[in-house]
């Protein structure tokens, strides 16, 4: 089964680069790293997340939505277990007012979503 991926608008929050992976099935899967927004055939949508977590470990991770608050401390714990791992990214997303913002957990820092979207695509040419 093939499948061809690719940025749609967010039906949520409108941010351009909401991931689409459609299936030569017919399956469609969505997922916006900014407000977490999701959509798969089998658990429907998730409409109204608190925003979205992504956690790298070794080059191999994980990302999802984040649907109360406990979730972003049980993040947090987690993070603090496995500092023998090489974690490269560990992040989630928030919104205040009208703006998203990314804090990030290994550097300790909060910013506007767009400037650390910015900020990877600058590390990853450089990383080439």
């Known amino acids: 089964m093939s499948s061809v991926m690719s940025n749609i608008p967010c039906p949520n929050c409108k941010y351009e680069g ?6 030569s099935n017919g399956d469609e899967y969505v997922f916006c790293e900014r407000c977490g927004f999701s959509y798969s055939p089998e658990e ?19 990302v999802g939505s984040i649907d109360n608050k406990e979730f972003i401390k049980s993040l947090k714990s987690h993070l603090e277990g496995d500092k023998e791992k090489e974690i490269d990214e560990c992040w989630f997303t928030f919104k205040k007012g009208k703006q998203w ?3 990030d957990l290994i550097a300790d820092r909060i910013m506007p979503f767009g400037r650390f979207k910015a900020l990877q695509r600058v590390v990853q040419e450089l990383e080439r």
Do not use: F, R, T
């Not at 909401?18 to 299936?23: E, K, L, Q, T």
């Open 101 to 103: 913002y990314v804090h």
């Open 44 to 62: 429907g949508e998730m409409k109204n997340p608190l925003g979205s977590w992504c956690c790298l470990i070794k080059g191999a991770g994980q």
């Open 18 to 23: 909401a991931i689409c992976d459609a299936y």
